[in-house]
């Protein structure tokens, strides 16, 4: 894939997170946005040591960014915290990654259906996770 589409991926994530120019650049350590503008445009490359690190924050994969798959891939992130506010953003939070779980919207959506279920519902559909779990080992 050619600099000028993985910067028009880099454009398209950073609009759809509503991250300025100047915010991307600050996170990824650029001195100003004319570097991020730069890159998607196609002008600059990207270095391969920075990919991750662009991937990780526009929060998806390098594979995104590179045009091999089409979904972004990190949707949601989920926190391994029972006690945490469901409506905290991750990132103005301090957490290791092993704090945190991505997961997709096919997962979302399976855990919008879960939540409207009752107890013994829950606990119907924990068992038949078990059992299916248990048959693949």
Not at 82 to 100: C, G, Q, T, V
């Amino acid at each position: 894939m050619n600099n000028n589409n993985i910067g028009k991926r880099i454009r398209k994530r950073r609009q759809e997170l509503n991250y300025s120019q100047a915010q991307l650049a600050e996170m990824l350590g650029y001195k100003s946005r004319s570097s991020i503008n730069k890159i998607e445009m196609g002008e600059n490359d990207i270095p391969q040591s920075k990919l991750k690190n662009f991937a990780e924050a526009l929060k998806c994969t390098q594979l995104y960014l590179l045009g091999i798959d089409d979904d972004c891939g990190l949707e949601t992130c989920i926190l391994n915290d029972p006690d945490a506010d469901e409506y905290a953003w991750p990132s103005k939070m301090k957490l290791n990654r092993k704090d945190i779980l991505i997961i997709s919207k096919n997962e979302q959506e399976i855990l919008k259906k879960l939540r409207l279920l009752s107890a013994q519902s829950h606990q119907l559909v924990e068992d038949m996770i078990n059992i299916l779990c248990n048959e693949r080992r």
